[in-house]
């Protein structure tokens, strides 16, 4: 079941990069910024593949990313100016997000001010976290703007170098080829195992809290 999952959330990827350009870039990390289950790590590779074959410029998709998650952030930003952790704590569950995860993230915002943002989107997990604790303490749209961006930026752009990196070697270096059909399914298996077992956590973890 998890596999089915993780091959759809690919082939949209896929897909609407494809057909949408930088455009699409833009469009799925503001899906995924806005605490939608669309993992950064399958959108900016592919958008990284695509610069490996001439279609995309590096710079250019990394800059279209950050612009997404510029603008997805602004769905979490407003649940915590307007709702604050109640509403959070309601709605978060249908994204597997609970106390735990907005906990971490009022720490980070708590500890390292406005700063936060520009730091916790250097950083798994708390990056898709960060904006709700901004908008509940209201930090004004212009710096927060201005962090998001500049801390999305270097993430987009290693995620997409390492597509681009694979790309260029997947045809000039067989041994490439031949490292990663020997380990594909193990890569998979993994993976899934991995995805599979945070997602029971978080169900179990949120029907504890219910």
Sequence with gaps: MIEKILTLLASFAIAVISGGGYLGIVLLMAIESACIPLPSEIIMPFAGYLVSTGRFDLYLAATAGAIGCNLGSIVGYEIG??????????????????????????????????????????????????????????????PFHIYTFIGSWPWCFGLAWVGMTLGD???????????????????????????????WHRIRGLKKKV
């Design 81 to 142: 100016k307007r709702g604050g952790r109640p509403v959070a704590e309601r709605w978060g569950r249908y994204a597997l997000i609970g106390p735990a995860e907005l906990d971490m993230a009022d720490r980070f915002f708590d500890r390292f001010g406005g700063i936060a943002v520009l730091i916790g989107r250097l950083l798994p997990v708390i990056r898709s976290f960060i904006a709700f604790p901004a908008g509940v303490a209201r930090m004004k749209l212009v």
């Design 169 to 199: 070697k997947w045809n000039s270096d067989p041994r490439i080829k031949t490292a990663f059909h020997s380990a594909d399914a193990l890569i998979a298996v993994v993976l899934v195992a991995a995805v599979g077992f945070y997602i």
